[in-house]
């Protein structure tokens, strides 16, 4: 327990000494997951518009097309 005390520490002790660690390692990530949570409340985005540019013609990007035009299960 005793190192882990003494990581901590050390850890609150660069924090302080330079405030842009603790912005980027605890605000920005406070932000992007309330900007998520608000993102999904109603659930995940489904029937989204998508383009597809197909330069090859070729029987994989066919399919994936396939694929992406199939009816969502999650609903």
Not at 32 to 43: E, K, Q
Not at 46 to 53: A, E, H, K, Q, R
Request: proline letters at 5%.
């Amino acid at each position: 327990m005793k190192r882990l005390y003494d990581v901590i520490r050390r850890e609150v002790h660069i924090w302080h000494k330079r405030p842009v660690y603790m912005v980027g390692s605890v605000c920005v990530m406070a932000f992007c997951c309330l900007f998520y949570l608000t993102f999904f409340r109603d659930g995940v985005p489904s029937d989204l518009p998508i383009g597809v540019v197909d330069y090859d013609n070729s029987s994989l990007t066919r399919n994936f097309v396939q694929q992406l035009d199939a009816p969502s299960w999650v609903r």
